[in-house]
């Protein structure tokens, strides 16, 4: 839902958003299994190498060298506790 979402707000596929927004600045190579369509399958196309990347431009506020790739306000609200779980376990948006 959320892929379709983001598609049908700025009338570009998620491929193509993901690869300009974040793996492109990230320099992660990615590639997207997709249905006969075309349309990326967002629920489970994706496949990534040099991952970590994504966890050290969070660690870093969502800077990546001289680039805020994304904004630091979002990686704070978006790693911020939304529901508990047992012991030191916990999700944020999305994580």
Request: hydrophobic content about 50%.
């Amino acid at each position: 839902m959320i892929a379709e979402a983001l598609t049908r707000r700025t009338g570009r596929p998620l491929d193509a958003l993901a690869r300009e927004h974040l793996f492109d600045p990230l320099g992660i190579e990615a590639e997207w299994i997709a249905y006969d369509d075309g349309v990326a399958v967002a629920a489970s196309g994706l496949r990534l190498r040099d991952t970590i990347r994504i966890g050290q431009m969070v660690l870093q506020g969502g800077l990546w060298g001289d680039a805020q790739v994304v904004p630091a306000d979002w990686i704070a609200l978006s790693t911020a506790p939304r529901l508990n779980g047992p012991g030191l376990f916990f999700f944020g948006l999305q994580w």
